[in-house]
């Protein structure tokens, strides 16, 4: 079992099956949108990327799809596919300043060679043309782009058996090469514990730096996880810093002079993950506090306060049946000391992350009890709170668009309760209160949802092989629906 997974927690993990790239291009209905084009400039987008299965031969790699859609009418203004390893964990390009940046992986270019050829190709995101193409390296890291500049890492081997990550600033109109740093990591017998370095990077800019959250390769078991810090100017590095032995560490939070990040330890003695939540000095790596906490989710930084989602898990006496209990707390970044804590639920779920949104001055909160299901505003100071509004069912994604929340209800239901149909809600951000609903295609199963906004439409995306848009403005009505080849990976609003 994957330590990623068990970081990940039980937050909801859905792969959507979705129809042929014929019904994207040619199978779209019309919608009734009429809102002006911009006469230059970037143009409103739905940006999709999906992935199909391997065939027999591709060595076991898979298609990635990528299209722009049309928010008047879901019609494909272009399209572009490439491979991804199946070594590659699945994510959706970035899209930043008028360009889509895309990791992609080809076949090992020599039989003998047991990596796959690594790419970062940036797209326009007007056309899909291909802007410039660069090779970091195998299974390379999600890129982030600040100032100008997209930073990348990517593995290699080097002689003598060694696993080369190389880190990289390229020039996000260019392409051109800033600056590459080089970290080797020893695999032979005696090696150094402190030299081992994870291939699984999650880069994070702030503090004119780039901070590196390096994960193992978990199967049955995981080596040791690091954070590691690089002037973002050259490339130089300023520390680095062993976190666990083994096990995995989750993307870090960089504010107020820390980076926060939830550290999951594990061991084959160990019956479960141990999870706690950790400040380390963003100058130097030192550690400034730990608190045991059975975090998943993501952690959350804002109003001077770290929130995270907790669980904790119980087996009565003689029950075979697991009690779950969910909170929502808010510790000080500087000690580490929880100040307010809220329990969203306690009973036999466990399959849903409470903390759905966050506005500077609302934390919106879902949560269950003998009443039901709801959707909460808390005061994001002292978790009091403000409002409460009853859902019909749970919700798996949730979307901020200014003074309107929109939602995508899932199946995450208690006790046998008849299946219903999901949809794509819509409230107030202020209060709660609903302003209106649509219903989703039938035949949807349980599982979380991506949503959009672009040009006068939302776009939800469902198991049901179908992206719904429908207008945000007027009578709310279905604008269009198409379907995307495979499973869903990603789905971006441009305006």
């Not at 007007?126 to 890291?141: C, I, N, Q, Y």
């Not at 906490?293 to 929130?307: D, S």
């Not at 506005?359 to 100071?381: C, E, F, K, R």
């Not at 949809?423 to 709660?432: M, N, R």
Request: hydrophobic letters at 45%; aromatic letters at 8%.
């Amino acid at each position: 079992m994957r330590a990623s997974h068990w970081l990940a927690g039980r937050a909801l993990i859905v792969a959507v099956a979705l129809a042929p790239l014929a019904s994207l291009l040619a199978g779209c209905a019309p919608g009734s949108l009429s809102s002006p084009r911009p006469a230059g400039g970037r143009l409103p987008a739905v940006i999709i990327t999906s992935a199909t299965e391997a065939t027999a031969s591709s060595a076991g790699f898979e298609t990635l799809h990528i299209a722009a859609l049309d928010p008047a009418n879901g019609i494909a203004r272009w399209t572009y596919e490439t491979t991804i390893s199946p070594l590659r964990a699945h994510r959706a390009p970035v899209v930043a300043g008028g360009i889509i940046y895309v990791s992609s992986d080809a076949l090992p270019a020599t039989a003998s060679a047991t990596l796959p050829v690594g790419s970062l190709t940036a797209l326009s995101e007007r056309d899909g043309h291909t802007v410039w193409t660069a090779h970091p390296g195998a299974l390379s890291s999600e890129p982030v782009v600040s100032g100008g500049v997209v930073y990348a890492s990517g593995i290699a081997f080097a002689s003598a058996g060694q696993v080369v990550t190389s880190f990289f600033a390229l020039r996000a109109d260019t392409g051109q090469q800033i600056w590459r740093a080089d970290l080797h990591a020893e695999n032979r017998a005696g090696a150094p514990p402190d030299q081992g370095f994870g291939v699984e990077d999650t880069l994070v800019v702030a503090n004119g730096a780039v901070y590196d959250a390096s994960n193992p390769s978990c199967f049955d078991t995981c080596g040791a996880a690091w954070l590691l810090a690089l002037r973002a100017s050259d490339g130089k590095r300023l520390w680095k810093k062993r976190v666990t032995d083994a096990g995995t560490i989750g993307r870090p939070v960089v504010t107020s002079g820390a980076l926060y990040t939830v550290v999951t330890s594990v061991s084959e003695t160990q019956p479960n993950p141990f999870r706690q939540v950790a400040a380390y000095s963003a100058s130097d790596g030192a550690e400034r506090w730990n608190v045991p906490m059975p975090a998943i989710g993501p952690l959350i930084a804002a109003n001077g306060l770290l929130y995270a989602t907790s669980i904790a898990q119980e087996q009565p006496p003689g029950s075979p049946i697991l009690t779950f209990t969910l909170r929502i707390v808010a510790l000080d970044p500087a000690t580490g000391v929880t100040r307010w804590r809220v329990t969203t639920s306690t009973g036999d779920t466990d399959s849903y992350l409470p903390l759905a949104a966050m506005t500077p001055d609302i934390l919106y909160v879902q949560s269950i009890t003998n009443d039901g299901y709801s959707l909460a505003g808390l005061d994001p100071s002292t978790g009091a709170v403000r409002w409460r509004t009853p859902l019909a069912l749970l919700v798996g994604s949730m979307l901020m668009d200014g003074a309107t929340l929109y939602a995508m209800t899932s199946f995450i239901q208690r006790g046998g309760a008849t299946e219903r149909n999901a949809s794509l809600l819509a409230f107030s951000a202020s209060d709660g209160h609903a302003q209106w609903s649509a219903p989703l295609p039938a035949g949807s199963t349980s599982g979380e949802a991506p949503l959009a906004r672009a040009g006068g439409v939302v776009v939800a995306a469902y198991l049901s092989a179908t992206l719904s848009a429908y207008e945000t403005y007027g009578d709310h009505h279905l604008a269009w629906r198409v379907t995307t080849p495979g499973w869903l990976l990603g789905l971006v609003g441009v305006d």
